[in-house]
């Protein structure tokens, strides 16, 4: 058979395909929305898709995100409001746990408390304070008490301070996590403060100096213990620095590290960033954000949405650069996007739903113009998109 002859038998089944297909109506012209519009009321719908799923921290931060791009947002005002005052509600029910768990001697659980506390409220002052107040103090003599069966950190201090509540000071110098975790047989050492009595009678004592945090959080072996020169009577007046800054950079490591764990890698990411911004070259803010994100990417392939998983991974990337995985998840990534994409198309094409099919053939080229053709199927199928529009015009004509 000739070549004009099957155009004409083309041009044949063509027109009988028109000719069979309901005329499609003109859809209405689309109002243009503003762009602002657009950005608040996606930014809106994750944070209450966050406020659902009870990430109200998470959600707090889209709604400002939409409010900061449209403010007229009322929605989003008060889902702000909203959460704002419902964080503040659970930060302080978490402030309230942590002092508890401070005076029954638990610094450990009481920190973990506070930075809940902190994570919902992150200007709490009460907590910050908790968390970050320090001053220095002159340890003028300690002695070394082995604890016997039966005794607690409060019936140490009966013992040497005449008063039970203040076994916090041989917590905090013993850098104790947990007052009420010690055993028989533990040697520990129970300093002489100022203006506290130091019932020791004729026992051996040492002189040392610390530093010491007032909330029991800090790390101690960070401050070195200095000791007094040999032939040297130690100040018998202590010393006091005034308070020093916040470190709000230790906190929001802390905290980055806290939300990690809890598998919040969003979260975690927003803190460690603070750090970063202060600090670009803290190695544990650098090695968490990689971790998050490695998460993140990790999680998003598995669902399938393999451009999101990408970014994530090339995140990773800029804190680890021999992230050999990172690779193979983006080229695998590439790989199934391709494939995913080019397949549906084929599918809607063969649907005759044409508009389609180019649409999901256009997401591959921009990956890959190459791939299996894909740039000649879009141009093939635009054709038959003309030509059908051709013989649609012609049929109105001659009717």
């Not at 200007?123 to 320090?134: A, F, G, N």
């Not at 082995?146 to 203040?166: M, N």
């Amino acid at each position: 058979m000739s070549r004009k002859g099957q155009f004409f038998i083309s041009l044949i089944v063509v027109t009988s395909v028109i000719s069979c297909a309901p005329m499609v109506k003109k859809p209405p012209e689309k109002i243009v929305e503003l762009p602002e519009k657009r950005f608040g009321r996606n930014y809106f719908r994750k944070a209450r898709e966050h406020e659902d799923k009870g990430d109200l921290v998470v959600a707090l931060k889209h709604y400002k995100l939409a409010i900061t791009v449209d403010p007229q947002n009322h929605e989003a005002l008060e889902g702000k409001k909203r959460l704002e005052i419902s964080l503040r509600n659970l930060a302080e029910g978490h402030y309230e746990e942590g002092l508890k768990f401070h005076r029954e001697g638990k610094y450990g659980l009481a920190r973990h408390q506070f930075l809940i506390a902190l994570r919902l409220w992150p200007d709490y002052p009460e907590v910050i304070k908790m968390l970050t107040s320090r001053k220095r103090i002159q340890i003028k003599r300690y002695i070394v008490h082995t604890i016997k069966a039966g005794e607690s950190l409060s019936k140490v201090a009966k013992i040497y301070y005449g008063d039970f509540r203040k076994f916090p000071i041989i917590a905090k110098y013993n850098n104790l996590t947990d007052a009420t975790r010690i055993k028989a047989g533990q040697k520990i050492k129970i300093p002489e403060i100022e203006g506290t009595d130091f019932l020791v009678g004729k026992k051996a004592l040492k002189t040392d100096e610390i530093e010491v945090a007032d909330s029991g959080f800090w790390n101690w072996e960070k401050y070195a213990l200095k000791k007094q020169e040999p032939g040297k009577e130690p100040e018998l007046k202590a010393k006091q620095k005034e308070e020093e800054p916040v470190d709000h950079v230790a906190l929001y490591r802390d905290h980055g590290v806290d939300l990690f764990k809890e598998k919040k890698y969003e979260e975690a990411i927003v803190e460690f960033k603070k750090v970063l911004d202060v600090h670009s070259i803290d190695r544990v803010a650098l090695e968490y954000s990689y971790k998050s994100h490695f998460h993140q990417g990790v999680a998003l392939f598995e669902k399938k949405d393999y451009l999101a998983a990408k970014d994530q991974f090339e995140t990773c990337l800029r804190y680890k650069t021999d992230c050999k995985k990172c690779h193979m998840y983006i080229k695998k990534g590439e790989n199934f996007y391709k494939e995913m994409h080019y397949k549906k198309g084929i599918q809607l094409f063969h649907k005759e739903l044409l508009i389609e099919a180019i649409q999901e053939w256009e997401l591959v080229k921009i990956i890959d113009p190459n791939y299996k053709r894909v740039d000649y199927l879009v141009g093939k199928t635009k054709n038959i998109l003309k030509k059908l529009e051709e013989l649609k015009v012609n049929k109105k004509r001659k009717l």
